[in-house]
């Protein structure tokens, strides 16, 4: 059996390697694997892979040990395979080899709603307390991320709903404030919680929001 590995993701605190197991021209399975390096998340991957295939191969011999041909053998045969189709198919929707199908949707959708790299770490910032689009390595999250894009309206230029721009320089002033106090994203959306009853600013009215910078300024006097 042969491994190969392949670079998927990689900043300064966490690195993803996919890894596909072979035997031969056959491509056995395959997973992710992360870690602080390459070598130590390419590991990861290959640990998985072997549980993963001796689990297989075991529920196989079993499959085949003294097992008359019955009806009620064949049914638990059928219901072992069925799960263990549905067990694949669940692992690859959690951890395909590559996320360029989903990446491609996020690009879309952050054109769509006409966000530059700012406005779109904000609201990661404030919906998923990550900084940045590629520090996104749980799939899982990555999911949530495009049904929450998609599921969010674009205001147009002109139209009766808050003003996006003066929205979002109420958001970048409330960034300075927290910068200037030191405080950590969690202990920032605590706060807003607290005295907004929200967990995210994205949910605060202009007005709310120069209310929720007010408070903020308050804390910079008790400093």
């Given at each position: 059996?042969?491994?190969?590995?392949?670079?998927?993701?990689?900043?300064?605190?966490?690195?993803?390697?996919?890894?596909?197991?072979?035997?031969?021209?056959?491509?056995?399975?395959?997973t992710l694997g992360e870690g602080p390096?390459?070598?130590?998340?390419?590991?990861?991957?290959?640990?998985?892979?072997?549980?993963?295939?001796?689990?297989?191969?075991?529920?196989?011999?079993?499959?085949?040990?003294?097992?008359?041909?019955?009806?009620?053998?064949?049914?638990?045969?059928?219901?072992?395979?069925?799960?263990?189709?549905?067990?694949?198919?669940?692992?690859?929707?959690?951890?395909?080899?590559?996320?360029?199908?989903?990446?491609s949707e996020i690009d879309i959708e952050?054109?769509?709603?006409?966000?530059?790299?700012?406005?779109?770490?904000?609201?990661?910032?404030?919906?998923?307390?990550?900084?940045?689009?590629?520090?996104?390595?749980?799939?899982?999250?990555?999911?949530?991320?495009?049904?929450?894009?998609?599921?969010?309206?674009?205001?147009?230029?002109?139209?009766?709903?808050?003003?996006?721009?003066?929205?979002?320089?109420?958001?970048?002033?409330?960034?300075?404030?927290?910068?200037?106090?030191?405080?950590?994203?969690?202990?920032?959306?605590?706060?807003?919680?607290?005295?907004?009853?929200?967990?995210?600013?994205?949910?605060?009215?202009?007005?709310?929001?120069?209310?929720?910078?007010?408070?903020?300024?308050?804390?910079?006097?008790?400093?």
């Amino acid at each position: 059996m042969q491994f190969q590995s392949k670079l998927c993701h990689i900043d300064s605190n966490r690195t993803i390697v996919s890894v596909s197991a072979w035997e031969g021209d056959r491509k056995l399975s395959s997973t992710l694997g992360e870690g602080p390096t390459v070598d130590i998340a390419e590991e990861n991957a290959i640990k998985k892979l072997y549980y993963r295939l001796k689990s297989s191969q075991e529920i196989k011999d079993a499959n085949s040990e003294g097992q008359t041909p019955n009806p009620q053998n064949k049914e638990k045969e059928i219901g072992q395979s069925q799960k263990l189709m549905e067990k694949s198919n669940d692992s690859v929707n959690v951890e395909p080899e590559e996320w360029s199908k989903e990446l491609s949707e996020i690009d879309i959708e952050v054109k769509r709603l006409g966000w530059d790299r700012e406005a779109e770490n904000r609201y990661l910032i404030d919906n998923f307390g990550i900084s940045e689009r590629n520090r996104i390595t749980n799939y899982s999250v990555l999911i949530n991320y495009i049904e929450k894009l998609k599921s969010t309206i674009k205001v147009e230029p002109g139209s009766s709903q808050t003003d996006e721009q003066s929205k979002l320089e109420l958001i970048q002033d409330s960034d300075t404030i927290i910068s200037l106090l030191n405080w950590t994203t969690i202990k920032a959306r605590d706060f807003l919680q607290e005295h907004m009853e929200v967990t995210s600013r994205q949910n605060l009215s202009c007005n709310q929001l120069r209310e929720f910078n007010k408070l903020l300024r308050a804390q910079l006097k008790l400093n």
